[in-house]
């Protein structure tokens, strides 16, 4: 009798996001097949497994793929894992998974952990569904393309972005979306964590630590018509300047000349009006 094939979610962060489920698994199947066996390590020896592992990642999979299928089919059972999160997820595995199923290898999915979703929770945008992207294209130009395809789109976007990345990824998208609310989520359930919900262009004026892993939750296009017919209000333009007293005057009025697409002469004049009636 055929072995599983067992999909399991690892923490993307914090060792104690692990569901039992997936400690029992990792503990009971022949071997765990990891995208790389020094993270996976640390998971292990922190909840004392001893299940041996093997490498399965996106440069040997294609090769490692047809001997792992013989181990299920002489029924050894068999857990893949990533290097946090959920396997195939942008990561490694599709094609075992795949081969597992053209083989009539029983696969099943031990779910748990996902920036995804972690992200989607903590942003607070409508309830309209979302659209996960997976990873940017590493060259702007390729990457505006890609933003423009998904512009015009109702629903929560979600992408992720590699570091030294952030800021340029961040300036295409306020080229190409115009200044959207977005949640920047970065070493989700870590020690480091940072989650912050702004408009686009204030995310560009305050300092980003440029390490760890980027989750980018970005407002789905809503279409009310024409943008910005009229300037903002002297009592909008308050509320706004009452939330960005971490910003120097300079930004301040650069970052509300972007959101509301007008001159920076006109923003300044807006917000010296707008001093007079915040006490």
């Given amino acids: 009798m055929p ?9 993307i962060g914090n060792l104690e996001d692990v569901t039992l489920r997936a400690l029992r698994i990792l503990r009971a199947v022949s071997v765990i097949a990891a995208e790389d066996t020094r993270r996976t390590a640390r998971l292990l020896q ?7 592992t093997t490498s399965l990642h996106e440069h040997n999979e294609r090769a490692r793929t047809p001997a792992l299928i013989e181990r299920l089919q002489a029924g050894e059972s068999i857990a893949l894992v990533s290097d946090a999160g959920t396997p195939i997820v942008s990561d490694p595995g599709s094609m075992l998974v795949a081969a597992a199923h053209a083989s009539g290898i029983r696969v099943e999915p031990i779910p748990g952990p996902s920036a995804v979703v ?53 300036s295409d998208m306020l080229e190409v979306f115009g200044d959207r609310p977005t949640l920047l989520a970065r070493e989700l359930t870590k020690i480091h964590e940072e989650l ?45 300047i009452g939330g960005m007293t971490n910003l120097r005057p300079r930004e301040m009025v650069k970052a509300l000349a972007m ?16 001093k007079k009636h915040v006490k």
């Fill in 3 to 11: 072995g599983i094939l067992y999909v399991v979610a690892t923490p």
């Fill in 46 to 52: 922190h909840y004392s497994i001893s299940t041996r």
């Fill in 118 to 170: 972690a992200a989607i929770s903590a942003a607070g945008f409508p309830e309209i569904g979302f659209v996960f992207l997976g990873f940017a294209p590493s060259r702007s130009k390729d990457r505006k393309l890609w933003l423009t395809e998904v512009a015009k789109e109702p629903r929560t976007l979600v992408l992720y972005e590699a570091p030294h990345r952030i800021r340029q990824c961040l």
């Fill in 196 to 240: 912050v919900v702004r408009p686009i262009s204030r995310l560009l004026l305050e300092p980003v630590a440029e390490r760890g892993e980027f989750t980018l939750v970005v407002q789905g296009c809503v279409e009310a018509g024409p943008k910005h017919v009229a300037p903002p209000s002297v009592a909008t333009i308050a509320l706004e």
């Fill in 259 to 274: 959101r509301y697409r007008i001159s920076s002469r006109e923003a300044y004049g807006l917000i010296e009006e707008a």
